[in-house]
Antibody
Framework: QVQLVESGGGLVKPGGSLRLSCAVS????????VSWIRQAPGKGLEWISH????????YYADSVKGRFTISRDNAKNSLYLQMNGLRAEDTAVYYC??????????WGQGALVTVSS | QSALTQPASVSGSPGQSITISCTGT?????????VSWYQQHPGKAPKLMIY???NRPSGVPDRFSGSKSGNTASLTISGLQAEDEADYYC???????????FGGGTKLTVL
């Protein structure tokens, strides 16, 4: 069955860095766009980034552009999100997601990132 | 401020039908048939309910249906059940930089 499992979340101080990983299984990872979507506590969903099958097409929301970097390793069936210059407003649950026809058909369980001093 | 506009809340009684609207622009909802709807229960990851405006993934009850007119998409749930109580989000492909935008979410209460 399709699975996406995030790791790497945690507590970090403002200005700090964190790297999220997402290990996928149950499907041919290299055939799909994948994305990171976040949800701040008590708030709605925000699509922050996605990456194409070969990694050549990448989008970032304005809120993270220049601070976050998405990448993938198709050989390792893994998606990554390098987060630098973290701010309090980046506190959220971060979901790894499989994208098909611009819809998310499978979600990870989410990784909580808390930015606080 | 979300790119797509949804009502903050809707409610209905068991067995009734409700409709949730999702209003965008010609750059997103009105310009592409890539509107999706998600259901999210508290503490859980969202679940895809509708994609490409009106298609249901396998396993989603046919009580859930989607449509679009101009810049507004709609999710209709007929025969409301208690387990339908959740937050619902729409999304759409957009020609702006992010690729996909979400609505602010609608809390459905089953009375």
């Amino acid at each position: 069955q399709v699975q996406l499992v995030e790791s790497g979340g945690g507590l970090v101080k403002p200005g700090g860095s964190l790297r999220l990983s997402c290990a996928v299984s149950g499907f041919t990872f290299s055939d799909y766009y994948v994305s990171w979507i976040r949800q701040a506590p008590g708030k709605g969903l925000e699509w922050i980034s996605h990456i194409s099958t070969g990694g050549y097409t990448i989008y970032y929301a304005d809120s993270v552009k220049g601070r976050f970097t998405i990448s993938r390793d198709n050989a390792k069936n893994s998606l990554y999100l390098q987060m630098n210059g973290l701010r309090a407003e980046d506190t959220a649950v971060y979901y790894c997601a499989r994208v098909r026809v611009w819809a998310v058909d499978y979600w990870g369980q989410g990784a909580l990132v808390t930015v606080s001093s | 401020q979300s790119a797509l506009t949804q009502p903050a809340s809707v409610s209905g009684s068991p067995g009734q039908s409700i409709t949730i609207s999702c209003t965008g622009t010609s750059s997103d909802v009105g310009g592409y048939n890539y509107v999706s709807w998600y259901q999210q229960h508290p503490g859980k990851a969202p679940k895809l309910m509708i994609y490409e405006v009106s298609n249901r993934p396998s396993g989603v009850p046919d009580r859930f249906s989607g449509s679009k007119s101009g810049n507004t998409a709609s999710l209709t749930i007929s025969g409301l059940q208690a387990e339908d109580e959740a937050d619902y989000y729409c999304s759409s492909y957009t020609s702006s930089s992010t690729g996909v935008v979400f609505g602010g979410g609608t809390k459905l209460t089953v009375l």
